[in-house]
């Protein structure tokens, strides 16, 4: 069975805009155990066991499905109103290393190092989406509180 993006199912609700906004689309079957991850609009994933447990949407609609819906955890989804220890492991951001010269890799906003945060935020502000600001923001100051310090 798949439930398709305009039905709602236990999905969060915000009274002014409607839908939640998904920061990041996961899901895991319970019969086989595997996670899997919606990064965009279309971005179908399934897992391989007779389940067959699906997600789709990316940050855009959480689409999910599967022979048996009681099999299927979507605790695992972070919406933007969750706190900020969800937000630190769900946000990502490119990088191609220190000296730019690096193949692109992804990596969450915790284990970013505290000066390529600062750094991220200096230079590319007013350009990086509002949420990945604040995310990383509330990062520097939960560091600062928590007296956390990531080196590079």
């Not at 899997?36 to 699906?54: A, F, G």
């Not at 997600?55 to 048996?68: A, C, P």
């Not at 509330?138 to 928590?146: C, Q, T």
Request: proline share 3%.
């Amino acid at each position: 069975m798949v439930i398709e993006p305009w039905q709602v199912g236990n999905q969060k609700i915000n009274s002014m805009t409607g839908l939640e906004k998904i920061v990041l689309n996961r899901v895991q079957c319970k019969e086989c155990g595997e996670i899997l991850t919606s990064y965009h609009r279309h971005d179908y994933k399934t897992c391989k066991c007779p389940n067959e447990t699906m997600v789709d949407g990316g940050q855009d609609y959480q689409r999910y499905g599967g022979q048996d819906l009681d099999k299927i955890d979507r605790s695992l989804t972070v919406y933007v109103s969750d706190d900020h220890e969800q937000m630190r492991k769900a946000v990502y951001w490119g990088t191609y290393g220190k000296n730019g010269d690096e193949p692109r890799r992804w990596i969450h906003v915790a284990d970013m190092s505290d000066d390529h945060l600062i750094n991220c935020l200096k230079h590319f502000q007013g350009k990086i989406m509002p949420m990945i600001a604040k995310t990383m923001h509330d990062e520097l100051e939960y560091r600062s509180k928590n007296e956390i310090h990531v080196r590079d």
